[in-house]
């Protein structure tokens, strides 16, 4: 799951449990089997590898078999119930966007908009003979540059295009005053995932620097330019640079030390060298005072790099990255070298995913609520709303037992605390109010102009928002788009339609299952408030400290037991999880289970649930959790999630998750020497 801050969140065989000859491993089958009238298990039963105990590796019990018998699509990275969700969703957008396309529609209107943006990327033909024609313009702007004052102009005026540009600017809620938007500055410019991919020395990642070297020759070749290899060198010796100065993902993620708020007066003394004021009315932010920098090092080594670097370097820099940025809706030859490396070489797929998948990609990324108000016509049904407003009311009331019987907090966080957990704002399937594409026009013959304009559109949406109040009513991801999310300024969480179904949700399943699913993923998301960093924040959605130094302290020593755990689980090579980049995610799933199996509980009203398929409602609750998780990577893609992901791996979810839960332990019976058991003095809890 995701948590949204102001910067814009887991085979074919008859299930035979009998045939288990360890005695703790038929646990599940010595119940007499009953049966709720009209509901399943919601177990995937086939699924399973009973050969398995599911004391000594739960993941594999639950999901063995489908990791056997699966492969991973040759367009994926990687492929999960995520991933099968995803798809899902993908071909029901796809079945609306094409109908579209086929149907003649009004100039202006919402249909004509998706069906003539869709069509314009499928046109191929086009995009050979208009070549780089579409970027003639930004090309020439670029070679129009002269000196150091014209590279600033253009980094402000390219805010829009997210092309090219070391720091981006943006508007969100102000952390320390949420009622309120404000200006935020951050780090960027790098043309790979994350810095770690140009510092690290290790033969795997030297290999691989080198490969996107010869990347963005290949680009400087196919646009027809000369000293490819110097220029490509050049490039990557500049993002080296600007990578050194890079905030480390981890330092990224804490609250405090990214809130820096300051005139513009004092990020020029900050950062001393690089003309501020200008840069900003080039973005369209002239009349801004003040603006919150998130890596003050970083701003001040940075004015000192453009400074020191040659304008004919970073001229080669601007133009490799409009190449970059635009390559997949260029001519083949570019959509191939794009797909080669960053498909291919990045992330280990074995072909380019459909030409209609990428058009209704790029059609759901620039119309996304366009595209969402017609998913949710068709697809999101009413009931599936109204019983998650009951789960979310339950998993509330599950909350708010939780923080009472805390033996490590004092009274006085404690009720700060339920202040805030008295304020979460929840939404569920999709905006009461859709958002505003009036401002974009779409040309069913200008692919590259239509990303522009929209690009634009937004860009317009997001700054025009300063000096205006707090849209409450804003969502931060479509309607079809299968994830949930915290966010910290608003107070909230959110589930759009699309992952409200199995195996996260399924109406027609016990409420076990869907406790252990679901249940959990909205506990995930509410203890996102009260992770590491989530409790930094109020009720109210603002930056400060509500915590007494004593609780502080006690959360810390906890919370290092968590960091101590994942940094231990080794998922490939040499790499080890980063526990704690891991960390809050890694709360919010042992926090948010925990309180799930507290709510299910609840809503038994002290009778004992009835056996399905010959399971428990406690142990289904633990199958429902594993089955969200189930997942398989590519080698690349799993090397990537490790470097730069704060999601630990599905099966780690998994096993970390249960092996600190006394609720797991009780219901499958796990004892000292089992893999899944975890001794006592390092078990975490901490919700």
């Keep these: 799951m995701k948590k949204l801050t102001t910067v814009a969140l887991s085979v074919a065989l008859a299930l035979g449990l009998a045939s288990c000859s360890n005695s703790t491993a038929t646990k599940d089958s010595t119940f007499v089997q009953q049966k709720s009238p009209g509901l399943s298990s919601g177990i995937e039963l086939a699924n399973m590898d009973t050969t398995v105990v599911p004391q000594q590796d739960f993941f ?48 202006g209107s919402d249909e004509q908009k998706i069906a003539d943006l869709y069509q314009s990327f499928l046109d191929e033909e086009r995009a050979e003979v208009l070549g780089l024609n579409p970027l003639r313009g930004e090309l020439a702007s670029i070679e129009n540059i002269k000196t150091h004052a014209d590279l600033t102009e253009l980094w402000g005026s390219w805010q829009r295009y997210r092309v090219g540009t070391p720091v981006v600017v943006y508007v969100g809620q102000d952390q320390k005053q949420s009622t309120q938007y404000i200006t935020g500055a951050s780090q960027s410019g790098l043309g ?64 405090n030390a990214t809130y820096n708020k ?45 400074a020191e670097t040659p304008v004919a370097q970073w001229q080669q820099y601007l133009t490799f990255h409009l190449l970059r940025s635009n390559a997949n809706n260029l001519s083949k030859a570019f959509v191939d070298a794009s797909f080669d490396f960053y498909g291919a070489t990045l992330n280990g797929l074995k072909e380019q995913r459909s030409r209609e998948k990428r058009a209704v990609s790029l059609v759901d990324t620039n119309l996304g609520f366009m595209v969402g108000k017609k998913y949710v016509e068709q697809y999101f049904k009413p009931e599936a709303k109204a019983r998650m407003d009951k789960m979310i009311e339950n998993l509330r009331v599950a909350f708010r037992q939780s923080i009472d019987e805390l033996e490590w907090m004092s009274p006085v966080t404690k ?42 559109c937004e860009y317009q949406r997001t700054i025009g928002r300063l000096g205006q109040p707090v849209d409450r009513s804003d969502w931060g991801m479509t309607p079809q788009t299968v994830n949930a999310y915290y966010s910290s300024t608003m107070n909230e969480i959110v589930f759009p339609a699309a992952i409200l179904q199995p195996p ?8 076990a299952v869907n406790y252990g699913a679901i249940g959990g993923v909205i506990g995930h998301e509410f203890t996102h408030g009260f992770d590491d960093q989530g409790r930094r924040s109020d009720g109210d959605g603002n930056l400060r400290d509500w915590w007494t130094e004593q609780d502080a302290a006690q959360f810390q020593q906890r919370a290092q037991l968590m960091v101590d755990q994942y940094s231990a689980f080794n998922p490939i090579d040499d790499l080890h999880l980063q526990g704690a980049l891991g960390l809050g ?52 893609a799993l090397r990537q999630q490790v470097i730069t992901g704060p999601h630990s791996p599905g099966m780690y979810r998994v096993l970390g998750t249960l092996s600190n839960m006394p609720q797991f332990y ?17 078990r975490v809890k901490i919700w």
Excluded at 285 to 290: A, I, K, Q, T
Excluded at 424 to 453: H, M, Q
Excluded at 599 to 621: H, K, M, V, W
Aim: contains cysteine.
């Design 60 to 107: 594999r019990y639950v999901n063995g078999n489908w990791l056997d018998n699966t492969e991973i699509p040759a367009d994926k990275a990687r492929w999960g119930s995520f991933d099968e969700l995803r798809e899902n969703a993908e071909q029901q957008v796809l079945a609306i966007v094409q109908q579209l396309a086929d149907e003649q529609h009004s100039a």
């Design 585 to 636: 995610e890694n709360i919010a799933d042992l926090g948010g289970l925990t309180v799930s199996y507290k709510a299910y509980q609840n809503s038994l009203n002290g009778e004992s649930g009835l056996n399905i398929d010959g399971f428990t409602p406690e142990q289904r609750f633990f199958k429902g959790w594993a089955q969200v998780w189930r997942i398989k990577f590519r080698d690349e």
């Design 504 to 511: 996260f949700f399924n109406v027609d399943a016990d409420d």
């Design 192 to 255: 790979l995932p994350d810095r770690d991919y140009y510092l690290k020395d290790d033969p795997r990642s030297v290999e691989l620097l080198n490969k996107y070297q010869a990347f963005i020759a290949t680009l400087w070749t196919l646009a027809g330019m000369e000293n490819a290899q110097q220029a490509a060198a050049n490039i990557v010796a500049l993002e080296k640079q600007i990578a050194t100065n890079h905030w480390s993902r981890i330092e990224n993620r804490n609250r």
């Design 262 to 306: 300051l005139t513009v007066t004092e990020l020029t003394a900050l950062a001393p060298g690089f003309d501020w004021h200008a840069f900003l009315t080039a973005a369209g932010l002239g009349d801004v005072s003040e603006l919150v920098v998130r890596q003050p090092s970083y701003f001040t080594a940075f004015a000192k790099l453009q």
């Design 415 to 456: 009720k700060q605390a339920q202040i805030k957990l008295a304020k979460f704002n929840t939404k569920i399937g999709y905006p009461d109010k859709w958002r505003d594409y009036s401002c974009v026009e779409i040309n069913a013959a200008d692919l590259i102009g239509n990303l522009r304009r929209s690009a634009e």
């Design 666 to 682: 009780q219901a499958y019976d796990v004892k000292p020497g089992d893999g899944m058991y975890r001794d006592e003095k390092v």
